[in-house]
Every structure is written in structure tokens, then in C-alpha cells.
């Protein structure tokens, strides 16, 4: 059974920057069109944005401008550059697949906290 797994995260100021990495727990696995997720305390996973297979992009309005989706399909990994982050970004963020979502995995906690 195929899991994502998140890393990256951790506490940071507001105004700063954070890079996030995503890859499947087995190694040999294509990542197919991604997304990234995020869940606030109390909240339920709400997309921030996502990445087809060749490199197209879309994102939410809370994030667009500020966070990168992006992609290294030699290494079957997937990227969420976060800038300019506000303590609303506070979260843990996932990674899952945009097509039948799969089991979420672990996450990686990010705090923006002064």
C-alpha cells in the first residue's frame, strides 16, 4: 500500500519561508498529479494547490502568490514552497494524489509564530 510522506515542515516567522518535500513511501512509485492539503485544529483538509504530471499548477486564492508547487519527476518528488508565510498558514500539510485519494500519511507541521 502506497503512503505519501511529508517533510519539511516547522516553525517559522511570519514573512518567512518554508520548503516542503513529498515522496511515496515505495521508491519505484510514479507520482501521478498531486496536490498539496492542509489542516488547521479543528478544521478538515482543505487543498492549497496542485501539480499535474508535466507541471501545470493551480492553487488556492488564500495562497496564490506566495506558495510554488513544483515538481522533480526524476526523483518522484514534489515540492511546496511556501513564502511570505502568515500564522493563518499554520497547519499540518499533506500530500496526497488529485485522483483517489490514498491513505494520508504523516503530514509535516508548520507553525508561523513570532
Known amino acids: 500500500q502506497v503512503q505519501f510522506v511529508e517533510s519539511g515542515g516547522g516553525l517559522v516567522q511570519p514573512g518567512g519561508s518554508l520548503r516542503l518535500s513529498c515522496a511515496a513511501s515505495?521508491?519505484?512509485?510514479?507520482?501521478?498529479?498531486m496536490a498539496w492539503y492542509r489542516q488547521a485544529p479543528g478544521n478538515q483538509h482543505a487543498l492549497v494547490g496542485t501539480?499535474?504530471?508535466?507541471?501545470?499548477?493551480n492553487y488556492a486564492d488564500s495562497v496564490k502568490g506566495r506558495f510554488t508547487i513544483s515538481r522533480d519527476n526524476t526523483k518522484e518528488t514534489v515540492f511546496l514552497e511556501m513564502n511570505n508565510v502568515q500564522p493563518e498558514d499554520t497547519a499540518v500539510y499533506y500530500c496526497?494524489?488529485?485522483?483517489?485519494?490514498?491513505?494520508w500519511g504523516p503530514g509535516t507541521q508548520v507553525t508561523v509564530s513570532s
Open positions: 515505495i521508491s519505484t512509485f510514479s507520482l501521478p498529479s
Open positions: 496526497n494524489q488529485v485522483n483517489g485519494l490514498r491513505d
Open positions: 501539480i499535474t504530471r508535466g507541471g501545470i499548477t
